[in-house]
């Protein structure tokens, strides 16, 4: 097979996709003893963690909103969406704000750990475990030297986050907006 052939083939795991000898990066982070990875391209940026205020009626997944520099924004609580036991949120929690088809969410994990960039033969499919475990947040394995991270499919991860949620957002958005106009 020539180099144009190789260039041109296709790798892909349900949504991730990208053309052999090219890289792609992600920002690894951990939940209790397990890493995982999101595409470093959908990542605006990452705060410290703060408590956010809570939506009366949303899903358990969601913690709440908070206000980043004026804009209020959605964040997931994945240990919660991912059915894993809650924990306290310490110093090294981090919420991560993602950008993804026009959407904003953030997400609070337990810590970062670093950028990693995989190429497509140390990326693999999501393996089927069985009918009724969840894997539909996970877009791939990425392997690496001894590391194993677990990709997510942040387009399924933030429609999941944000289902049912917009109006909830929308509401705390103007009353937060009332409460600055009363302020100044």
Do not use: H
């Amino acid at each position: 097979m020539g180099s144009l052939a190789l260039e041109t083939e296709r790798t892909a795991s349900r949504g991730m996709q990208f053309d052999r000898g090219d890289t792609q990066e992600f920002l690894t982070f951990r939940l209790a003893d397990e890493e995982y990875g999101i595409p470093i391209l959908v990542v605006q940026e990452i705060i410290g963690y703060q408590k956010p205020t809570a939506i009366p009626n949303a899903p358990a997944w969601v913690c709440g909103v908070v206000n980043i520099r004026g804009t209020v924004i959605p964040v997931v609580d994945v240990r919660n969406l991912f059915g894993m036991p809650a924990t306290t949120y310490d110093d090294t929690s981090v919420i991560i704000v993602n950008r993804v088809n026009d959407k904003v969410i953030g997400a609070v994990v337990d810590g970062v750990n670093d950028v990693l960039a995989f190429t497509a033969d140390q990326m693999q499919a999501t393996p089927e475990v069985s009918d009724s475990f969840e894997v539909r947040y996970l877009d791939g394995l990425g392997k690496l030297d001894d590391r194993l991270v677990m990709l997510l499919d942040m387009a399924e991860l933030i429609g999941r986050g944000l289902d049912g949620v917009d109006k909830l957002v929308s509401a705390e958005e103007a009353k937060a907006k009332a409460k600055a106009k009363t302020e100044d």
